[in-house]
């Protein structure tokens, strides 16, 4: 391993459609895999990081506002596979705090050293009276004895470029709560081909 820091490691894959992506910061970019999540057609991205604190010397792209429930080091992964049939995503944890029920969102902005950078939750119909699995993808999940878990959530409907932008973790499940990490995603509406 190199000299850098594995808590500003940060890689993106995309699926489908046509060329890799390249974030800013520290980063690995790899080509169109094929691969077919439920969705069906096998368009999608998978983006994979490493926890590190919001008081980092260059921001990370998954910010821990907790280092008890949120280890620096701890890792995350978040596939979005878009198909005919709808999207899904699916999250995955590892060494996050043993035994807790997280809350967990998609968000409509990037992550940053504020908690609430993040934004609202994407809400597929904007509406402060739709606070629900239904209209918003919420990915609540308990970790097990290693702090692991993973859990998706799949709609009939896509995630419109620019309008989804992150992973948020909350203290508690349900529709709110105390933010305590963040993981920066750039979701996309891929049944068309097109981030």
């Not at 949120?70 to 890792?75: E, F, H, I, K, Q």
């Not at 997280?102 to 597929?124: L, N, R």
């Amino acid at each position: 391993m190199t000299g850098r820091s594995p808590a500003r490691k940060h890689a993106v894959r995309i699926v489908g459609g046509a060329a890799a992506l390249l974030l800013a910061g520290p980063a690995a970019a790899y080509a169109e895999d094929g691969s077919a999540g439920r969705g069906g057609d096998g368009r999608g991205l998978t983006v994979d990081g490493r926890f590190a604190p919001a008081s980092a010397s260059v921001p990370p792209g998954a910010v821990s506002y907790d280092a008890e429930l949120v280890p620096a080091g701890s890792r995350i992964r978040v596939e979005q596979r878009s198909g005919a049939k709808g999207t899904t995503v699916t999250l995955k944890v590892r060494g996050l705090k043993p035994g807790h029920a997280f809350g967990v969102h998609v968000h409509e902005k990037p992550c940053g050293v504020d908690p609430q950078a993040a934004g609202a939750h994407y809400q597929h119909v904007k509406d402060p009276k739709l606070v629900n699995p239904d209209n918003e993808v919420w990915l609540d999940l308990t970790t097990d004895r290693n702090g692991d878990a993973w859990t998706s959530s799949h709609h009939s409907w896509g995630l419109p470029e620019g309008a989804a932008n992150s992973v948020v973790l909350h203290r508690e499940q349900g529709g709110a709560g105390e933010r305590v990490g963040c993981f920066t995603v750039p979701f996309g509406d891929f049944r068309t081909g097109v981030k």
